[in-house]
């Protein structure tokens, strides 16, 4: 009974999240709604293929690994943008931002 009620809720969430009457497939969103796509199936993978991981060793360590992994994949390509994208154009509120979700997010 909880979980089905769990279920309807996030249901009910995703679709007032998602607003299916704004939905636009149009070619200059194929990208972006592929890009979603693949996250989502991607999460799904992660989440039925962990459980197993979750019970064996616990929920910190596997965290631990999968941030830990996933930071491997993910400095290059952040290196990669720092090194293409325009610095200069961001404002000191965009700064305060990310010194933000560095000093606290972490």
């Not at 009620?5 to 249901?11: F, M, P, R």
């Not at 607003?19 to 996250?39: K, M, Y």
């Amino acid at each position: 009974m909880e979980r089905g009620l769990g279920i309807l809720l996030a249901a009910v969430g995703m679709v007032y999240l998602v607003n299916p009457l704004r939905a636009d497939f149009s070619a200059g969103t194929t990208v972006g709604n592929l890009l979603i796509v693949t996250n989502s199936l991607g999460y799904s993978f992660y989440m039925v293929l962990s459980k197993d991981l979750f019970k064996r060793y616990g929920a910190l360590t596997v965290i631990t690994w999968v941030f830990l992994l996933s930071s491997l994949m993910a400095i290059p390509i952040g290196i990669a943008g720092l090194h293409w994208g325009e610095l200069q154009s961001l404002s000191p509120p965009d700064w305060l931002r990310i010194t933000y979700i560095i000093l606290v997010q972490l």
